[in-house]
T-cell receptor, first 113, second 113 residues
Framework: DGGITQSPKYLFRKEGQNVTLSCEQN?????MYWYRQDPGQGLRLIYY???????QKGDIAEGYSVSREKKESFPLTVTSAQKNPTAFYLC????????????FGPGTRLTVT | GDSVTQMEGPVTLSEEAFLTINCTYT??????LFWYVQYPGEGLQLLLK?????DKGSNKGFEATYRKETTSFHLEKGSVQVSDSAVYFC????????????FGAGTRLTVKP
């Protein structure tokens, strides 16, 4: 069964701690993305990666970091520098090259107190 | 830059009513257009897409036509069901950066029996 998995579904952390959100895809897609969604709002792009070992900042990259060591995996670290980390985080992937629709994982809801 | 504007919600309809959710876009180049649906607590699911002017995307009774002359991609369904209750997002990608998908703010639809 091909798809995108994100884990965990719910994550709780104390303020000042870094936390890493997992995103894995077995669709053999080249490009992967991380978005943040706040209640009642649209999606804002944090980072994206078009190929392994390369990634680009999106609109709201401050306080976040990513890595792309394998094609299937694109973990997101929410650092203590992120001022308002509580949000719903969505990972997506797309085939790239000639096809750019994005396919989304189920999301991780992060709560920082 | 590229952007999408969709009608504000929430939209409340009775079952079997006709649905229209308006979406207009601003883009340089030749964007591809998408509608996504999000059910509570889940990620986004691709509903339909259109990649060039006059294309009609359709899926599960939903339709949208890519109108270059009016820069629009309105979502329609002839007879909504309670199970269509969700948030709908219009999005575009392409122009000069196919990795930069821009989303509208989302329109919440509630269908009452």
């Amino acid at each position: 069964d091909g798809g995108i998995t994100q884990s965990p579904k719910y994550l709780f952390r104390k303020e000042g701690q870094n936390v890493t959100l997992s995103c894995e895809q077995n669709l053999n897609h080249d490009a992967m993305y991380w978005y943040r969604q706040d209640p009642g709002q649209g999606l804002r792009l944090i980072y994206y990666s078009q190929i392994v070992n390369d990634f680009q900042k999106g609109d709201i990259a401050e306080g976040y970091s990513v890595s792309r060591e394998k094609k299937e995996s694109f973990p997101l670290t929410v650092t203590s520098a992120q001022k308002n980390p509580t949000a719903f985080y969505l990972c997506a992937s797309s085939p790239g090259r000639t096809s750019y629709e994005q396919y989304f994982g189920p999301g991780t809801r992060l709560t920082v107190t | 830059g590229d952007s999408v504007t969709q009608m504000e919600g929430p939209v409340t309809l009775s079952e079997e009513a006709f649905l229209t959710i308006n979406c207009t876009y601003t883009a340089t180049g030749y964007p591809s257009l998408f509608w996504y649906v999000q059910y509570p607590g889940e990620g986004l699911q691709l509903l339909l897409k259109a990649t060039k002017a006059d294309d009609k995307g359709s899926n599960k009774g939903f339709e949208a036509t890519y109108r270059k002359e009016t820069t629009s991609f309105h979502l329609e369904k002839g007879s909504v069901q309670v199970s269509d209750s969700a948030v709908y997002f219009c999005a575009l990608t392409g122009g000069y950066n196919n990795n930069d998908m821009r989303f509208g703010a989302g329109t919440r639809l509630t269908v009452k029996p």
